[in-house]
């Protein structure tokens, strides 16, 4: 007769454990779990991905409840184990089953911890820790606009990036100096401070709260300075604590968890605990990485095979939080016997730091470039001596493909990892699992690596890590697409919307959702934006622009800054400006007591710190056109002087500049679009770093494509060479459309060069007539644009209309995305 194994909790390490035992030794024991939720075992992690709007409930359930069948598990959902007696060896349900057992697996996690102020009984305080939560804050943000989170650590901040995602003004307090000081020294969380309050986010730090207003509802809080911040809803995310109580209750050892061996064992014979609720050598882990370690000692122990013991783990986080790339590891603090290896890019808004003990790497934190962190985390579990070579760890050694890290491809600096390295932290799956399952299981995307190894099935963060190892141990041709979603609204991919959209003749973004069957009626701050632009795309006369689908920046018209106050950006075309300009913008700057003016790496002038009220007036008093700094668009195009004064030109840049700057003004892109032109292959207006840069050469022009001088520096790729200005304004339009009709909304030029082959883009632009067609239709969008300052300043109701704009900074978060392409978006830079 088989043994009886029973596992109280039905949440992540427990289901995990029971995975690999059933892979070790399927038939050794009848095996049931009781689980309070009333959910199959689901994704914890990727409750941040479900508010952020990225995923849908059904995306994160991990083992559905054919899984269970299939396994011959017997599953009690939404039922409480209330007490173990150990001496009959059998547990009680809260709906009064006796379960008998010959071994039980406590796997209770967490529970979050919750101040205890005044009020936080109130409807509207709510802890983030499991679906009914992240549902709760789902319809509040529905009906209700402040939020405020408790706890700037990693939990409150993706709370936090979540609620703005879902159109909510949120504020986030914390004790603290300085946010997750748990994880960043104070370099790298200032800098994340300033990314977040970019997106949108508000900090209230050094801050202690000391009561919860309001009625039967809250409507604040009260700190202990005596200052109140109004509030909907409250999220605490001050931290967990261990679950033990059913533990405690039935008199197995509990310190702050319950107290394990190496081998899992409680005080009680036959009693295991694993997981969050586990206390292993006085620590209890709050990451699913080392969880997954336990579980897998737990594991061969009752498969009955011989195991080491669990010796403890060294954890790494990565903060998910879209366009944010944190990454801290080990003791990143400097103490006694320590000494850093310290980068800081402020331009490029990177922070490297390595902490060395004995020549050892022992903790780092990285910042805006995590490409070393799985090098970084190795480093830290090997146990390697670095002594003399320090810098090796950031730097490459010579001739390393990682050399100098920052210019190296992703495909290569994978290529280059060791087999040990671990890929992914979440599933502990290093880089030589995921190869033998490409070259011996036959992998060859994405979810099929998933599928045999787990890696990227949890936070993800490890995504871009496994698709370049995919790429360099097939060949990047070979990669198979990966169909996904364009949000967690819709299993659709970009192209089905995209032709659903054409087909069926959809005209606004309601229609779309409901016929597509949105599972989100409302969309989402991820795809109204995009079916916005996808349907004025395709219908340019027809379309009708919903300025409630624009980010913050593009429904105001201008780029909103920290302080909540606007830049304004006017067109100057090909960056030459005159006396009588420069007057009417000092003048203004003047009136208005603008505190900054500034002048943009793109040749224009930024008047920063402007009051949202003044912005209509200013536009009028400037008469001049928007410079469109804060929209999906074309923002400037960029001139060197060339050959009217330049003695190296070859061609007129400053005219070439002007012209297309003209012709193109105020049109609509996936994303931003800048582009320059040089006189000569001096190139001075470093026209091969933009999305389209014009280089003169000897009786013509070369054009350059899909280049970037943002956070992922690209250098250009050559297009074609012409010899006028005329073929060059055909080129760029047929170009521009092109990549309009076929990017994904969001996608700078370079990713989507990357992603459809500079050879597809050549080949679509190849023949006269294509390119005829491809600029016939871009002149029928320029055709419907109109200027937005003008027609505020010059229409009455459209005027009353955006001063009754209440500006939430809901879907502007949403304009960053995992490439941080959008990293100049808010900053006012033309
Ligand atoms: C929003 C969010 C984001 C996160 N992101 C990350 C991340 O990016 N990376 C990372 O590593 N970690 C992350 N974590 C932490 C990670 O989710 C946890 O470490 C992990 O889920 C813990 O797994 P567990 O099985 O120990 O506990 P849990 O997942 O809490 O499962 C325990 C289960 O036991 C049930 N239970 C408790 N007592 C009883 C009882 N008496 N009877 C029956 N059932 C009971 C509970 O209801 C629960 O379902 C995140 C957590 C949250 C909330
Ligand atoms: N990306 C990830 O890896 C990730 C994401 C979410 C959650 N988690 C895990 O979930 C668990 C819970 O996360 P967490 O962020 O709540 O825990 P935490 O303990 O890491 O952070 C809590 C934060 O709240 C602050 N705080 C405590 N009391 C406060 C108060 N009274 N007022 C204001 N601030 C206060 C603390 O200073 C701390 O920075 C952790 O184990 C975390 O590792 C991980
Ligand atoms: S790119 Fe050539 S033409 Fe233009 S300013 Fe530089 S040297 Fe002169
Ligand atoms: S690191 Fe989280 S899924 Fe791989």
């Keep these: 007769m088989k043994q009886r194994l029973v596992m109280v909790g039905n949440g992540m390490a427990g289901v995990s454990f029971v995975e690999q035992l059933l892979k070790l030794n399927p038939n050794r024991y009848d095996i049931t779990i009781i689980g309070a939720e009333p959910y199959p075992n689901y994704n914890r992690i990727m409750l941040s991905s479900v508010l ?37 060896k059998q547990i009680v349900t809260d ?58 650590g990693l939990l409150g901040l993706e709370a936090a990036s979540g609620l703005i995602h879902l159109n909510m003004e949120v504020s986030v307090v914390h004790k603290h100096g300085h946010i ?30 000391n009561a919860i207003l309001g009625d039967a509802r ?107 790339h944190v990454f ?12 850093a290896l310290r980068v800081q890019d402020d331009l490029e808004g990177v922070y490297k730091k390595i902490v ?42 010579a001739g390393s493909p990682g050399g100098g890290g920052r210019s190296a491809s992703p495909i290569d600096l994978a290529a280059a990892m060791n087999g040990d390295e671990i890929v992914c932290g979440c599933n502990g799956v290093a880089k030589e699992t995921i190869v033998a399952a490409i070259t011996e299981r036959g992998c060859v995307s994405i979810g099929e690596i998933k599928a045999c190894t787990k890696a990227s099935g949890s936070c993800g963060a490890c995504k871009p890590v496994v698709e370049a190892l995919l ?28 032709e659903a959209i054409r087909r069926m003749r959809l005209r606004t973004t309601k229609e779309v959702m409901h016929v597509l069957e949105w599972s989100n009626p409302e969309g989402c701050s991820k795809c109204r934006p995009a079916l916005n632009y996808y349907i004025g795309m395709l219908y340019p006369k027809e379309h009708e622009d919903e300025p409630e689908s624009r980010f913050v920046n593009e429904r105001n018209h201008a780029n909103i800054q920290k302080d909540g106050t606007f830049s304004v950006v006017p067109r100057i075309y090909g960056g030459v400006t005159t006396p009588e300009d ?12 603008v505190p900054l003016v500034k002048i943009t790496g793109g040749q224009r002038i930024d008047l920063l710190g402007v009051k949202k009220e003044d912005l209509p007036n200013m536009w009028k008093d400037l008469d001049m056109p928007s410079g469109y700094a804060y929209g999906k668009a074309l923002r400037t195009v960029k001139t060197c002087v060339g050959n009217t004064f330049c003695r190296f030109g070859t061609q007129d840049a400053i005219k070439m500049g002007i012209d297309m700057e003209k012709k193109f003004e105020r049109l609509n892109t996936p994303h931003k679009v800048k582009l320059a032109v040089s006189g000569c292959p001096r190139n001075c207006a470093e026209a091969t770093i933009k999305d389209l840069g014009v280089v003169a050469i000897d009786g013509g022009w070369e054009l350059y494509v899909a280049g970037n001088g943002g956070m992922r520096v690209r250098a250009a790729d050559l297009l074609t060479k012409v010899k006028t200005e005329d073929e060059v304004l055909e080129w760029t339009g047929a170009y521009l459309q092109y990549y309009r009709e076929t990017a994904n909304f969001g996608e700078r030029t370079s990713e989507w060069s990357i992603r459809v082959g500079l050879e597809t883009i050549k080949k679509a632009l190849a023949n006269q007539e294509d390119r005829d067609a491809l600029n016939e239709r871009i002149h029928v969008a320029l055709g419907q644009t109109r200027d937005p300052w003008k027609q505020i300043v010059e229409n009455d109701d459209l005027r009353n209309a955006f001063e009754a704009l209440t500006a939430p900074l809901s879907i502007e978060a949403a304009a960053s995305n995992e490439s941080g392409a959008a990293h100049n978006e808010g900053g006012g830079q033309a």
Excluded at 115 to 125: C, F, N, W
Excluded at 328 to 339: E, N
Excluded at 582 to 592: C, G, N, Q, S, T
Aim: hydrophobic share 40%; aromatic share 6%; glycine share 10%.
């Design 356 to 397: 060395f003990e004995h020549g050892k790497v022992v903790g780092a934190v990285l910042f805006g470039d995590t490409s070393e962190s799985s090098k970084v985390y190795s480093a830290i579990r090997s146990g390697e001596d670095y002594s003399g070579r320090e810098k090796e760890i950031l730097f490459g050694g």
């Design 582 to 593: 420069l007057k009417k913008i000092a003048a203004v700057a003047e009136k208005y007591h």
């Design 180 to 209: 997750m000081e748990r994880q960043l020294d104070w370099a790298a969380s200032r800098m994340l401070q300033d990314e977040l309050e970019r997106q949108g986010m508000r900090f209230l730090l050094q801050k202690q709260s």
């Design 218 to 324: 809250v409507s604040g809080l009260r700190f202990q300075d005596g200052t109140e911040e109004a509030a909907d809803l409250i999220v605490m995310a001050v931290g967990i604590r261990p679950n033990v109580r059913l533990a405690r209750v039935s008199g197995i050892e509990v310190n702050r968890g319950i107290v394990v061996d190496d081998y899992m064992q409680t005080s009680a014979a036959n009693i295991y605990a694993v997981g969050e609720c586990a206390e292993h050598r006085e620590t209890t882990y709050g990451l699913v990485a080392p969880l997954y370690e336990q579980g897998a000692v737990l594991a061969k122990k009752l498969a009955g095979i011989a195991v080491d013991g669990y010796k403890g783990s060294v954890v790494s986080t990565k903060l998910k939080v879209s366009g944010v």
């Design 52 to 88: 952020a709007g990225d995923s849908s409930m059904q995306d994160i359930i991990l083992n559905d409840w054919d899984w269970y069948r299939d396994n011959r598990i017997t599953l009690h959902a939404g039922e409480s184990v209330t007490a173990i007696d150990s001496a009959a």
């Design 328 to 339: 801290s590891a080990g003791r990143y603090a400097d103490g006694p016997g320590t000494k």
């Design 95 to 152: 709906k009064g089953a006796v379960i008998p057992y010959d071994e039980l697996v406590l796997a209770t996690g967490s529970l979050p911890y919750m101040l205890s102020l005044p009020g936080a009984d109130k409807e509207g305080v709510i802890a983030f820790r499991d679906i009914k939560d992240c549902e709760t804050m789902i319809e509040t943000a529905k009906r209700y606009r402040k939020a405020i989170v408790i706890g700037g």
């Design 471 to 498: 790429a360099a141990t097939i060949g990047s041709e070979q990669v198979a697409p990966v169909k996904e979603g364009i949000c967690g609204c819709t299993p659709l991919t970009r192209d089905d919307v995209v």
